[in-house]
């Protein structure tokens, strides 16, 4: 069974940055789909960032786009989120998730299709204006 584990949250002023990572027993990243998902106060959780397991594209939602950069370090079996100007509408928990081997995609918007469960406890990231 797959668990992730996800660390770095934190509070935060608009504007400054944040370093999130995932870290996983029982599997490895490379060769999978990987994502971040995110879930703020009142909303269901959703996608913000996909690699698929060619590693050659990242996808991202709109809202993070040319400030969130997902990357994935093979060689450690970490992935990690650095976020940048981060807005008070970042305010969330924050997950990663492995993508099912023949079932997941990434989508243009950024959302990781078939995640595998269980879900990591997350990491709440709190943005202030």
């Known amino acids: 069974q797959v668990q992730v584990v996800e660390s770095g949250g934190g509070l935060v002023e608009a504007g400054e940055y944040l370093t999130l990572t995932c870290t996983a027993s029982?599997?490895?990243?490379?060769?999978?789909?990987v994502g971040w998902f995110r879930q703020t106060p009142g909303k269901e959780r959703e996608g913000i960032s996909c690699?698929?397991?060619?590693?050659?594209?990242?996808y991202y939602a709109d809202s993070v786009k040319g400030r969130f950069t997902f990357s994935r370090d093979n060689a450690k079996n970490i992935l990690s989120l650095q976020m940048n100007s981060l807005k008070p509408e970042d305010t969330g928990m924050y997950y990663c998730?492995?993508?099912?081997?023949?079932?997941?995609?990434?989508?243009?918007?950024?959302?990781?299709?078939?995640?595998?469960?269980?879900w990591g406890p997350g990491t709440q990231v709190t943005v202030s204006a």
């Open positions: 998730a492995v993508g099912g081997l023949t079932t997941a995609s990434c989508r243009g918007n950024g959302e990781m299709t078939s995640p595998l469960g269980p």
């Open positions: 690699i698929p397991p060619s590693g050659r594209i990242t």
């Open positions: 029982g599997m490895r990243f490379e060769g999978s789909y």
